[in-house]
Protein backbone atom coordinates (compact mmCIF):
# COMPACT_ATOMS: atom_id res chain seq x y z
CA UNK A 1 0.00 0.00 0.00
CA UNK A 2 1.23 2.84 -1.04
CA UNK A 3 1.98 5.60 1.71
CA UNK A 4 -0.91 8.15 2.66
CA UNK A 5 0.10 10.40 5.40
CA UNK A 6 3.50 12.23 5.07
CA UNK A 7 5.39 15.66 4.25
CA UNK A 8 7.00 15.94 1.29
CA UNK A 9 9.27 18.62 0.04
CA UNK A 10 10.81 20.10 -3.22
CA UNK A 11 13.06 22.81 -4.43
CA UNK A 12 13.22 25.27 -7.20
CA UNK A 13 15.90 27.76 -8.48
CA UNK A 14 15.51 30.74 -10.65
CA UNK A 15 16.66 31.58 -14.53
CA UNK A 16 19.12 33.46 -12.81
CA UNK A 17 20.41 30.67 -10.59
CA UNK A 18 23.94 29.80 -12.16
CA UNK A 19 23.20 26.70 -13.04
CA UNK A 20 20.16 27.70 -14.71
CA UNK A 21 21.76 30.48 -16.73
CA UNK A 22 23.88 27.70 -18.32
CA UNK A 23 21.10 25.79 -18.88
CA UNK A 24 19.60 28.20 -20.61
CA UNK A 25 22.81 29.28 -23.07
CA UNK A 26 22.87 25.75 -23.79
CA UNK A 27 19.17 25.70 -25.05
CA UNK A 28 19.57 29.10 -26.91
CA UNK A 29 22.59 27.59 -28.49
CA UNK A 30 20.81 24.34 -29.68
CA UNK A 31 17.58 26.42 -30.62
CA UNK A 32 19.76 28.77 -32.81
CA UNK A 33 21.20 25.72 -34.59
CA UNK A 34 17.56 24.15 -34.74
CA UNK A 35 16.01 27.22 -36.26
CA UNK A 36 19.03 26.73 -39.19
CA UNK A 37 18.42 23.22 -39.94
CA UNK A 38 15.65 21.01 -38.15
CA UNK A 39 18.00 17.89 -38.19
CA UNK A 40 21.02 19.89 -36.64
CA UNK A 41 22.96 17.98 -33.80
CA UNK A 42 23.76 19.37 -30.85
CA UNK A 43 25.31 18.52 -27.41
CA UNK A 44 26.08 21.73 -25.92
CA UNK A 45 27.29 22.44 -22.47
CA UNK A 46 28.22 26.14 -20.78
CA UNK A 47 30.37 26.65 -17.36
CA UNK A 48 30.18 30.14 -15.89
CA UNK A 49 32.06 31.79 -13.08
CA UNK A 50 32.60 35.26 -12.20
CA UNK A 51 33.53 37.44 -15.42
CA UNK A 52 33.71 34.08 -17.59
CA UNK A 53 31.56 31.93 -19.76
CA UNK A 54 32.77 28.87 -21.46
CA UNK A 55 31.11 26.49 -24.15
CA UNK A 56 31.86 23.30 -25.36
CA UNK A 57 30.65 20.38 -26.86
CA UNK A 58 29.47 19.33 -30.17
CA UNK A 59 27.67 20.42 -32.90
CA UNK A 60 26.44 19.28 -36.41
CA UNK A 61 24.78 20.70 -39.63
CA UNK A 62 24.81 19.16 -43.51
CA UNK A 63 25.72 22.30 -44.48
CA UNK A 64 29.28 23.23 -43.37
CA UNK A 65 29.59 27.29 -44.19
CA UNK A 66 26.42 27.63 -42.22
CA UNK A 67 27.95 25.92 -39.52
CA UNK A 68 30.84 27.96 -39.40
CA UNK A 69 29.01 31.29 -39.63
CA UNK A 70 26.71 30.36 -36.86
CA UNK A 71 30.57 29.84 -35.04
CA UNK A 72 30.48 33.49 -34.86
CA UNK A 73 27.44 33.85 -33.38
CA UNK A 74 27.75 32.06 -30.11
CA UNK A 75 29.41 34.90 -28.11
CA UNK A 76 26.51 36.85 -28.63
CA UNK A 77 23.65 34.20 -28.13
CA UNK A 78 25.65 33.65 -24.94
CA UNK A 79 25.73 37.49 -24.05
CA UNK A 80 21.53 37.82 -25.34
CA UNK A 81 20.93 35.11 -22.54
CA UNK A 82 22.46 36.74 -20.14
CA UNK A 83 21.53 40.61 -20.41
CA UNK A 84 17.54 39.16 -20.70
CA UNK A 85 18.36 36.72 -17.04
CA UNK A 86 19.37 40.51 -16.12
CA UNK A 87 22.78 40.40 -14.94
CA UNK A 88 24.52 43.51 -14.93
CA UNK A 89 26.84 42.94 -12.20
CA UNK A 90 30.14 44.46 -11.64
CA UNK A 91 31.90 40.81 -12.04
CA UNK A 92 29.01 39.07 -13.79
CA UNK A 93 27.78 41.78 -17.03
CA UNK A 94 26.26 39.95 -20.74
CA UNK A 95 28.41 42.83 -21.91
CA UNK A 96 31.64 42.95 -20.28
CA UNK A 97 31.96 39.12 -19.54
CA UNK A 98 34.49 36.95 -21.56
CA UNK A 99 32.79 33.96 -23.78
CA UNK A 100 34.85 31.30 -24.75
CA UNK A 101 33.67 28.90 -27.24
CA UNK A 102 35.14 25.71 -27.88
CA UNK A 103 32.48 23.91 -29.60
CA UNK A 104 33.59 21.33 -31.89
CA UNK A 105 31.91 19.28 -34.80
CA UNK A 106 30.17 15.94 -34.29
CA UNK A 107 31.86 12.75 -33.57
CA UNK A 108 30.88 10.58 -36.82
CA UNK A 109 31.15 7.30 -34.44
CA UNK A 110 27.72 8.94 -32.78
CA UNK A 111 26.42 10.14 -36.05
CA UNK A 112 26.57 6.88 -37.26
CA UNK A 113 23.76 5.39 -35.04
CA UNK A 114 21.27 8.53 -34.94
CA UNK A 115 21.85 8.48 -38.93
CA UNK A 116 20.42 4.90 -38.84
CA UNK A 117 17.65 6.55 -36.85
CA UNK A 118 18.80 4.95 -33.95
CA UNK A 119 19.16 6.13 -30.33
CA UNK A 120 22.34 8.12 -29.84
CA UNK A 121 22.99 6.76 -26.24
CA UNK A 122 21.79 3.84 -23.81
CA UNK A 123 19.81 5.01 -21.48
CA UNK A 124 16.61 5.16 -19.02
CA UNK A 125 14.38 7.47 -19.43
CA UNK A 126 11.31 8.09 -16.64
CA UNK A 127 8.18 9.99 -16.60
CA UNK A 128 5.46 10.69 -14.06
CA UNK A 129 2.27 12.39 -13.20
CA UNK A 130 -0.46 12.43 -10.74
CA UNK A 131 -3.88 14.29 -10.09
CA UNK A 132 -2.71 16.20 -7.17
CA UNK A 133 -2.56 19.13 -9.00
CA UNK A 134 -4.47 20.40 -12.17
CA UNK A 135 -1.44 20.27 -14.29
CA UNK A 136 -1.13 16.70 -13.18
CA UNK A 137 2.58 17.74 -11.38
CA UNK A 138 3.36 17.04 -7.89
CA UNK A 139 2.47 19.88 -5.58
CA UNK A 140 5.40 20.41 -4.07
CA UNK A 141 7.36 21.57 -7.37
CA UNK A 142 4.82 22.99 -9.23
CA UNK A 143 4.52 25.25 -6.47
CA UNK A 144 8.47 25.99 -6.12
CA UNK A 145 8.62 27.22 -9.58
CA UNK A 146 5.58 29.32 -9.83
CA UNK A 147 6.44 30.95 -7.16
CA UNK A 148 9.87 31.93 -8.56
CA UNK A 149 8.78 32.77 -11.80
CA UNK A 150 5.92 35.12 -10.28
CA UNK A 151 9.00 36.94 -9.11
CA UNK A 152 10.94 36.94 -12.03
CA UNK A 153 7.80 38.46 -13.65
CA UNK A 154 8.12 41.41 -10.73
CA UNK A 155 11.36 41.55 -11.14
CA UNK A 156 11.97 42.38 -14.57
CA UNK A 157 9.12 44.15 -15.12
CA UNK A 158 10.21 47.12 -12.66
CA UNK A 159 7.58 46.10 -9.95
CA UNK A 160 10.15 45.28 -7.62
CA UNK A 161 13.09 47.00 -8.45
CA UNK A 162 15.20 45.73 -5.29
CA UNK A 163 15.28 42.12 -6.35
CA UNK A 164 18.09 40.63 -8.26
CA UNK A 165 18.33 37.43 -11.06
CA UNK A 166 19.53 34.72 -8.57
CA UNK A 167 16.82 32.90 -6.42
CA UNK A 168 15.78 29.28 -4.99
CA UNK A 169 12.68 28.36 -3.20
CA UNK A 170 11.51 25.22 -1.55
CA UNK A 171 7.75 23.73 -0.63
CA UNK A 172 7.54 21.11 2.09
CA UNK A 173 3.77 19.75 2.12
CA UNK A 174 2.06 17.41 4.48
CA UNK A 175 -0.03 15.04 2.82
CA UNK A 176 -3.41 13.47 4.56
CA UNK A 177 -4.84 10.45 2.25
CA UNK A 178 -2.53 10.78 -0.31
CA UNK A 179 -3.35 14.61 -0.96
CA UNK A 180 -1.57 18.07 -0.11
CA UNK A 181 -3.25 19.59 3.13
CA UNK A 182 -1.11 21.97 4.40
CA UNK A 183 1.93 23.65 3.67
CA UNK A 184 4.70 23.49 7.05
CA UNK A 185 7.30 25.41 5.48
CA UNK A 186 8.18 27.54 2.91
CA UNK A 187 12.08 28.74 2.20
CA UNK A 188 13.10 31.64 -0.22
CA UNK A 189 16.04 33.19 -0.64
CA UNK A 190 16.38 35.88 -3.22
CA UNK A 191 19.24 37.96 -4.10
CA UNK A 192 18.68 41.64 -3.86
CA UNK A 193 20.56 44.80 -4.52
CA UNK A 194 20.95 46.60 -1.04
CA UNK A 195 23.08 45.57 1.44
CA UNK A 196 21.11 47.35 3.85
CA UNK A 197 18.09 45.04 3.61
CA UNK A 198 16.86 42.78 5.89
CA UNK A 199 15.48 39.43 5.82
CA UNK A 200 12.72 40.87 7.39
CA UNK A 201 12.66 43.69 4.40
CA UNK A 202 12.57 40.67 1.36
CA UNK A 203 9.89 38.93 3.57
CA UNK A 204 8.29 42.02 2.76
CA UNK A 205 8.31 42.05 -0.45
CA UNK A 206 7.95 38.38 -1.72
CA UNK A 207 4.90 37.41 0.55
CA UNK A 208 2.14 38.72 -1.45
CA UNK A 209 3.50 36.59 -5.00
CA UNK A 210 3.94 33.60 -2.80
CA UNK A 211 0.47 34.15 -1.08
CA UNK A 212 -0.70 34.81 -5.24
CA UNK A 213 0.44 31.33 -5.84
CA UNK A 214 0.21 28.85 -3.08
CA UNK A 215 -3.89 28.24 -2.29
CA UNK A 216 -4.85 29.76 0.92
CA UNK A 217 -5.96 26.50 2.11
CA UNK A 218 -2.63 25.49 2.21
CA UNK A 219 -1.06 28.08 3.97
CA UNK A 220 -1.95 28.08 7.72
CA UNK A 221 -1.12 29.59 11.29
CA UNK A 222 1.67 26.61 11.61
CA UNK A 223 2.94 27.30 8.30
CA UNK A 224 6.87 28.09 8.72
CA UNK A 225 8.52 31.17 7.07
CA UNK A 226 12.18 31.07 6.32
CA UNK A 227 12.98 34.22 3.89
CA UNK A 228 16.46 34.73 3.23
CA UNK A 229 17.66 32.94 6.64
CA UNK A 230 21.46 33.67 6.53
CA UNK A 231 20.96 37.05 5.88
CA UNK A 232 22.34 39.58 3.37
CA UNK A 233 22.10 37.57 -0.19
CA UNK A 234 23.78 40.37 -2.61
CA UNK A 235 26.60 38.68 -4.30
CA UNK A 236 24.42 35.92 -6.55
CA UNK A 237 24.73 34.32 -10.02
CA UNK A 238 28.27 33.12 -11.25
CA UNK A 239 30.18 35.68 -9.68
CA UNK A 240 28.76 34.25 -6.00
CA UNK A 241 28.99 30.24 -7.37
CA UNK A 242 29.95 28.62 -10.21
CA UNK A 243 27.17 27.04 -12.80
CA UNK A 244 26.93 24.68 -15.06
CA UNK A 245 24.46 22.69 -17.67
CA UNK A 246 22.72 20.00 -16.42
CA UNK A 247 23.17 20.00 -12.84
CA UNK A 248 19.75 20.59 -11.59
CA UNK A 249 18.22 17.54 -13.19
CA UNK A 250 16.04 16.56 -9.93
CA UNK A 251 14.59 20.65 -10.50
CA UNK A 252 13.94 19.89 -14.05
CA UNK A 253 11.62 17.12 -13.66
CA UNK A 254 9.73 16.28 -10.34
CA UNK A 255 11.41 17.47 -7.88
CA UNK A 256 12.23 14.03 -6.32
CA UNK A 257 8.54 12.80 -5.88
CA UNK A 258 9.54 9.85 -8.96
CA UNK A 259 12.76 8.03 -10.35
CA UNK A 260 15.13 9.60 -12.27
CA UNK A 261 17.00 7.76 -15.06
CA UNK A 262 20.20 10.62 -14.65
CA UNK A 263 20.64 11.92 -17.80
CA UNK A 264 20.05 15.78 -18.12
CA UNK A 265 17.92 17.69 -21.00
CA UNK A 266 19.33 20.92 -21.94
CA UNK A 267 22.08 21.58 -24.72
CA UNK A 268 20.99 18.12 -26.36
CA UNK A 269 19.06 18.07 -29.29
CA UNK A 270 16.13 15.71 -29.83
CA UNK A 271 17.97 12.91 -31.34
CA UNK A 272 19.23 12.64 -27.68
CA UNK A 273 16.69 9.87 -25.84
CA UNK A 274 18.03 11.46 -22.66
CA UNK A 275 15.62 14.53 -23.45
CA UNK A 276 13.61 13.26 -26.21
CA UNK A 277 12.03 10.00 -24.60
CA UNK A 278 12.44 11.72 -21.08
CA UNK A 279 9.36 14.29 -22.37
CA UNK A 280 7.40 11.23 -24.44
CA UNK A 281 7.96 8.80 -20.47
CA UNK A 282 5.85 12.40 -19.06
CA UNK A 283 3.40 12.67 -22.23
CA UNK A 284 2.30 9.18 -21.91
CA UNK A 285 1.94 9.07 -18.15
CA UNK A 286 0.25 12.79 -18.09
CA UNK A 287 -2.17 10.85 -20.12
CA UNK A 288 -2.71 7.66 -18.72
CA UNK A 289 -2.98 9.99 -15.93
CA UNK A 290 -6.17 12.54 -17.30
CA UNK A 291 -8.02 9.31 -19.40
CA UNK A 292 -8.58 8.57 -15.68
CA UNK A 293 -6.66 4.96 -15.54
CA UNK A 294 -5.13 5.87 -12.89
CA UNK A 295 -4.30 8.58 -10.15
CA UNK A 296 -0.83 8.31 -10.08
CA UNK A 297 1.80 6.57 -12.89
CA UNK A 298 5.46 6.44 -13.22
CA UNK A 299 6.74 5.33 -16.85
CA UNK A 300 9.91 3.76 -17.65
CA UNK A 301 11.58 3.27 -21.79
CA UNK A 302 14.85 1.76 -21.67
CA UNK A 303 17.51 2.21 -24.93
CA UNK A 304 20.10 0.99 -26.63
CA UNK A 305 22.88 2.96 -28.87
CA UNK A 306 22.07 2.97 -32.16
CA UNK A 307 18.87 1.00 -31.94
CA UNK A 308 15.29 2.56 -32.80
CA UNK A 309 12.99 -0.01 -30.53
CA UNK A 310 13.11 0.74 -26.83
CA UNK A 311 13.85 -2.34 -25.16
CA UNK A 312 11.65 -2.11 -22.17
CA UNK A 313 8.39 -0.53 -21.39
CA UNK A 314 7.68 -0.63 -17.03
CA UNK A 315 5.17 0.93 -15.74
CA UNK A 316 3.83 1.50 -12.16
CA UNK A 317 0.76 2.86 -10.76
CA UNK A 318 1.33 2.80 -6.92
CA UNK A 319 -1.36 0.81 -6.02
CA UNK A 320 -3.81 3.48 -7.77
CA UNK A 321 -4.67 2.06 -11.07
CA UNK A 322 -8.00 1.14 -11.97
CA UNK A 323 -6.77 -1.28 -14.72
CA UNK A 324 -3.71 -3.62 -14.62
CA UNK A 325 -0.47 -2.06 -15.63
CA UNK A 326 0.56 -5.24 -18.03
CA UNK A 327 -2.73 -3.89 -19.85
CA UNK A 328 -1.36 -0.05 -20.45
CA UNK A 329 2.29 -1.71 -21.06
CA UNK A 330 0.75 -3.85 -23.79
CA UNK A 331 -1.01 -0.91 -25.07
CA UNK A 332 1.62 2.25 -25.24
CA UNK A 333 3.48 0.15 -28.65
CA UNK A 334 0.09 0.14 -30.27
CA UNK A 335 -0.83 4.59 -29.69
CA UNK A 336 2.97 5.94 -30.15
CA UNK A 337 5.88 5.10 -31.40
CA UNK A 338 8.79 5.35 -29.28
CA UNK A 339 11.53 4.83 -31.61
CA UNK A 340 13.61 8.17 -31.47
CA UNK A 341 12.24 9.43 -34.38
CA UNK A 342 8.51 7.89 -34.03
CA UNK A 343 8.78 10.70 -30.42
CA UNK A 344 10.48 13.25 -32.47
CA UNK A 345 7.75 13.00 -35.19
CA UNK A 346 4.89 12.46 -32.44
CA UNK A 347 5.79 15.67 -30.58
CA UNK A 348 7.32 17.79 -33.31
CA UNK A 349 9.81 18.18 -31.59
CA UNK A 350 12.51 19.47 -34.43
CA UNK A 351 12.15 23.40 -33.48
CA UNK A 352 13.73 25.82 -31.67
CA UNK A 353 11.60 25.80 -28.71
CA UNK A 354 13.94 25.10 -25.97
CA UNK A 355 15.36 27.91 -24.47
CA UNK A 356 11.63 28.54 -22.40
CA UNK A 357 12.26 25.03 -20.62
CA UNK A 358 15.90 26.18 -19.12
CA UNK A 359 14.16 27.49 -15.98
CA UNK A 360 10.91 26.72 -13.84
CA UNK A 361 10.82 22.65 -14.80
CA UNK A 362 10.19 20.94 -18.05
CA UNK A 363 7.08 19.59 -17.05
CA UNK A 364 3.91 20.85 -15.64
CA UNK A 365 3.88 23.83 -18.12
CA UNK A 366 1.01 24.69 -20.86
CA UNK A 367 1.44 23.27 -24.45
CA UNK A 368 1.89 26.51 -26.47
CA UNK A 369 1.05 27.45 -30.25
CA UNK A 370 4.36 27.03 -31.85
CA UNK A 371 5.25 23.50 -30.20
CA UNK A 372 6.74 24.37 -26.95
CA UNK A 373 5.68 21.79 -24.26
CA UNK A 374 4.47 19.49 -26.98
CA UNK A 375 4.81 16.77 -24.26
CA UNK A 376 2.31 18.50 -22.00
CA UNK A 377 -1.00 17.82 -24.07
CA UNK A 378 -3.43 15.22 -23.50
CA UNK A 379 -4.23 14.26 -26.75
CA UNK A 380 -3.59 10.65 -26.51
CA UNK A 381 -5.99 9.98 -24.03
CA UNK A 382 -9.19 8.53 -26.07
CA UNK A 383 -6.66 6.42 -28.20
CA UNK A 384 -5.35 4.94 -25.32
CA UNK A 385 -8.59 4.16 -23.71
CA UNK A 386 -9.61 2.35 -26.48
CA UNK A 387 -6.34 0.41 -26.86
CA UNK A 388 -6.67 -1.29 -23.43
CA UNK A 389 -10.27 -2.19 -24.34
Sequence with gaps: MTRQNYIFTSESVSEGHPDKVCDRISDAVLDALLAEEANARVACETFATSGMVVIGGEVGLTDQDALKNYMGKISQIARDCIRDIGYEQE???????????FLHEQSAHIAQGVDRDGAGDQGIMFGFATNETPELMPAPIQYAHAVLRRLAEVRKDGTEPTLRPDAKSQISLRYE??????????????????????????????????????????????????????????????????????????????????????????????????????????????????????????????????????????????????????????????????????????????????SRTAAYGHFGRAPEEDGGFSWERTDLVDALTRAIR
Design 91 to 101: KFHWNTCHVQN
Design 177 to 354: GGKPVEVTSIVLSHQHSDINQTSDDIRAIVEPYIREIIPAELLTENTEWWVNPTGTFVIGGPDGDAGLTGRKIIVDTYGGAAPHGGGAFSGKDPTKVDRSAAYAARYLAKNIVAAGLADKCTLQVSYAIGVAKPLSIYVDFHGTGKIEEAAIEAAIPRVMDLSPRGIRTHLDLNKPIY
